[in-house]
């Protein structure tokens, strides 16, 4: 039975890092879920609440830690919850990356000394025969 005053806030503050955790975790969740959608307006509205929920369990685990310490179970889930958080980066930095790559395969770029081809399979330029033409 909880019965000093120690023992209380050390309960609540249990219950305040298990909230925040769990917002995290929840939003990890359903950034995974926009993400297996291809969802671009979720994933980015999904992303903007995960990092709020991120930022306010640093808060709340930050002062826990000035004030009593935390305890390792919620210590263990919150470094699981950054790992996935890290682990979806890398996943989304690795998509972004091989479609620049497709990119640029399909739409070459278009600057001046990287000449495309044309119809007649010669480099259209604006130049011909080294002036322009009024």
Do not use: K, W
């Not at 903007?48 to 306010?56: D, F, I, K, P, V």
């Not at 091989?98 to 480099?123: C, E, F, H, K, Q």
């Amino acid at each position: 039975m909880i019965t000093t005053h120690n023992e209380q806030q050390a309960l609540a503050q249990t219950c305040e890092l298990e909230s925040a955790v769990a917002h995290v975790e929840q939003g990890l969740a359903f950034l995974a879920e926009s993400l297996r959608e291809r969802d671009a307006r979720a994933v980015e509205s999904r992303a903007n609440e995960l990092h709020r929920a991120l930022a306010a369990a640093v808060q709340r685990f930050m002062h826990a830690a000035r004030h009593g310490g935390v305890p390792e179970p919620m210590r263990r889930r919150l470094a699981r919850a950054s790992a996935q958080v890290a682990l979806q980066r890398e996943t989304l930095a690795r998509a972004t990356a091989a479609l620049d790559r497709a990119i640029d395969v399909l739409m070459p770029d278009s600057t001046p000394g990287n000449a495309l081809y044309g119809a007649r399979g010669l480099p259209d330029s604006p130049l011909r025969g080294g002036s322009l033409q009024a």
